[in-house]
């Protein structure tokens, strides 16, 4: 018996040397496996970590300004947090590309642990010195032991302008007259803009307002800016809209030339139809004025201008107001004494208390007083004449009759 158990020992031996080899080869396929580079959710990716590490993601990201421009400076945020049950050691965190240039002053060399179910920040400062397109910075995250987070993060620049342009201003300007000119502030970029002011400068124009602040100006958003503009005389107004692109201040500008012309819609009183007759040691003046133009006449007044002499009871004549289309008659009297020819005025306001005037020359020569007509001051030759020829006539009948038989 016990030779025939160890020949059956001897037998089997080889069987077991192979069982064992096996067993060896599975255990160690299986520490294999859990040592295998592991995929994380998104675009992270963890790598050679132990399962603790694999619960650190990035779960927030922010940039500021949302879109750059060429040329802006920006920070990047990102939010990692520990979605596990155990603490894990950070060693550092950087933030690295090609393109975009890192320009923070604070480093993450050293970070420490985040703990279970813990967030924790990083800020970067980058400035996009590059053409239009979208780059991917990478933010980068190395654990204490062994392993890195990897996280591409999305950077798009664009320079997709701030358009300011006149929506609204009247056909001409005129010196003194209050305007409206109406703005359009238009942002046509993929991202908000902040602390938008819009301000006009100009010498010798009175201009109301003079900025217009806007907190914040959405993408593809239009506000209108409404001014008022009353010009002394002709000039220019420099319009410039300064905003900000997350911390970087650009600014767009507008200039708006200010000519002067003829309103072709304001009032335009006429005076006809003028008439001049005695009135004892006067003149009387009469007339109409009408108003010819597409506005209203206000405070209108006729009066006779230097070097005529007014007289009471009108040395000024007060219509009042006069609409488009509308007249009134007026009178005034001056004295006896003044030149043949009187300037009469009329004066008027328009909607904003502007004061305008015209004249125009009235010859009264016709209606002064007898003794400077030249006619009644030939009178007396004329019956010296008629008296001549009365004579005449007399000795020639008288002559007839002493010559008859």
């Known amino acids: 018996m016990?030779?025939?158990?160890?020949?059956?020992?001897?037998?089997?031996?080889?069987?077991?040397?192979?069982?064992?080899?096996?067993?060896?080869?599975?255990?160690?396929?299986?520490?294999?496996?859990?040592?295998?580079?592991?995929?994380?959710?998104?675009?992270?990716?963890?790598?050679?970590?132990?399962?603790?590490?694999?619960?650190?993601?990035?779960?927030?990201?922010?940039?500021?300004?949302?879109?750059?421009?060429?040329?802006?400076?920006?920070?990047?945020?990102v939010v990692v947090q520990n979605t596990g049950t155990q603490s894990v050691t950070i060693r550092r965190a950087t933030l690295?590309?090609?393109?975009?240039?890192?320009?923070?002053?604070?480093?993450?060399?050293?970070?420490?642990?985040?703990?279970?179910g813990n967030k924790m920040p990083f800020t970067f400062t980058v400035k996009a010195d590059v053409p239009e397109g979208i780059y991917y910075p990478v933010f980068s995250l190395e654990f204490q032991d062994t392993g890195y987070l990897r996280y591409p993060v999305k950077l798009e620049v664009k320079n997709s302008p701030v358009v300011l342009s006149i929506t609204d201003k009247p056909d001409t300007f005129v010196a003194?007259?209050?305007?409206?000119?109406?703005?359009?502030?238009?942002?046509?970029?993929?991202?908000?803009?902040?602390?938008?002011?819009?301000?006009?400068?100009?010498?010798?124009?009175?201009?109301?307002?003079?900025?217009?602040?806007?907190?914040?100006?959405?993408?593809?958003q239009t506000v209108k800016l409404p001014f008022s503009i009353t010009p002394k005389s002709p000039n220019d107004i420099d319009f410039e809209a300064v905003y900000l692109n997350g911390p970087n201040i650009h600014q767009v500008g507008l200039i708006l030339p200010i000519q002067f012309n003829n309103d072709k819609t304001q009032a335009d009183p006429v005076i006809s139809?003028?008439?001049?007759?005695?009135?004892?040691?006067?003149?009387?003046?009469?007339?109409?004025?009408?108003?010819?133009g597409l506005q209203d006449a206000k405070s209108v007044t006729v009066a006779s201008g230097s070097p005529a002499i007014p007289v009471d009871p009108f040395k000024v004549y007060a219509v009042g107001l006069l609409k488009p289309d509308d007249f009134s008659s007026f009178e005034l009297t001056v004295s006896s004494e003044s030149p043949d020819e009187v300037p009469v005025i009329v004066s008027y306001k328009d909607q904003d208390g502007n004061m305008y005037s015209r004249s125009?020359?009235?010859?009264?020569?016709?209606?002064k007083t007898p003794k400077n007509n030249s006619s009644m001051s030939n009178a007396?030759?004329?019956?010296?004449?008629?008296?001549?020829?009365?004579?005449?006539?007399a000795i020639g009948y008288r002559y007839i009759r002493t010559r008859k038989p």
């Open 2 to 77: 016990k030779t025939n158990f160890q020949e059956l020992l001897l037998h089997d031996r080889g069987f077991l040397l192979k069982i064992s080899i096996t067993l060896i080869i599975v255990s160690a396929m299986a520490f294999t496996a859990l040592a295998a580079p592991t995929d994380t959710s998104g675009s992270a990716t963890t790598t050679f970590l132990s399962p603790a590490y694999t619960q650190v993601t990035v779960s927030d990201l922010t940039l500021d300004p949302g879109t750059f421009a060429t040329g802006d400076e920006g920070t990047i945020t």
């Open 96 to 116: 690295y590309d090609k393109d975009i240039t890192l320009v923070s002053t604070t480093t993450y060399d050293s970070v420490g642990s985040i703990g279970a």
């Open 176 to 220: 003194g007259k209050k305007s409206i000119v109406t703005l359009s502030l238009s942002n046509l970029r993929t991202n908000a803009i902040k602390n938008v002011i819009v301000s006009p400068n100009a010498s010798d124009i009175e201009i109301i307002p003079q900025n217009i602040v806007i907190n914040s100006l959405d993408p593809g």
């Open 273 to 292: 139809n003028i008439v001049s007759a005695p009135d004892g040691n006067h003149i009387r003046i009469t007339g109409d004025v009408t108003n010819s």
């Open 360 to 367: 125009i020359a009235a010859d009264i020569s016709l209606a």
């Open 380 to 393: 007396p030759w004329i019956i010296v004449g008629i008296i001549a020829v009365i004579v005449v006539l």
